[in-house]
């Protein structure tokens, strides 16, 4: 196993005057064979300005120069853990365990922050009432050119019911606390495709958590993920969510399944306003 930790965190690259004891965030990037878009990922993470951030990168053991980008930046990441695991979700519960930040989030290696402002607005969203959870808007870009979007996830402050009406945030921008995420076991690594569908089950119906909705987009997210390759792996992780759906008394005919569609379907022909963050 290789793993790198820097001699001082990451809230001490950055000299600025946030109060006394701002809300430390982790983020936790994990990645396998990302040459081509780790460098983005990791540089979105080290341009944002709010200071107090450690920057976890899991990588599964990359053999095609993934380590060695990662290396160039290790002096920037709070810790680099590299060495074949079982899987994405395998791979993000370490993350969890590694963090030591109050709130953790996970942006994937073929990801980026939408602004440099992103985490400000995160620590300001719960440096009063520390809610359990933040979530905000993500785009869909396009694999090849990231500065055209696909498809807009405008989310919304959720209420009870939601889930069942076949909305959820959208994961890459939720910040959750981090005992918390302890607390329930982290991902259910018995799913390959949706394991992060079932931890906000988890946690927004069956642990009925507070959060805090931050209006603006805050992640843009390459289009083609591992549960949206392939017309198997769509069939396979919405086979997944339904089972989910199901367990936890949130789906009770097949009509849940086609509102999840449609409101996926509606992100098609949304696009965010020219203010948003």
Known sequence: MLEIG??????????????????KLSVVTVCLNARDTI???????????????EHIVVDGGSDDGTVEILQQYKHRIARLISERDE??????NKGIEAATGEYVGFLNSDDVYHSEYALQSVANAVADSRPDAVHSDLVYVDRHDPSR????WHSKPYVKGMFEAGWHPAHPTLFVKTQLLRSVGGFDTRYRYHADFDLMVRLFVARKISSVYVPGVMVRMRAGGQSTRSLSNVYKGNRESWEIARRFGVARTPLWMVRKLGYRVGQFFHRPTAGAR
Do not use: K, W
């Open 6 to 23: 820097t001699s001082a965190p990451f809230c001490l690259l950055i000299s600025c005057d946030f109060g006394p004891s701002p809300v």
């Open 39 to 53: 460098a983005d990922a990791v540089e979105s993470v080290h341009r944002q300005t709010y200071p107090n951030v």
């Open 87 to 92: 899987g994405l979700y395998f791979a993000m």
């Open 149 to 152: 979007v696909i498809r807009y």
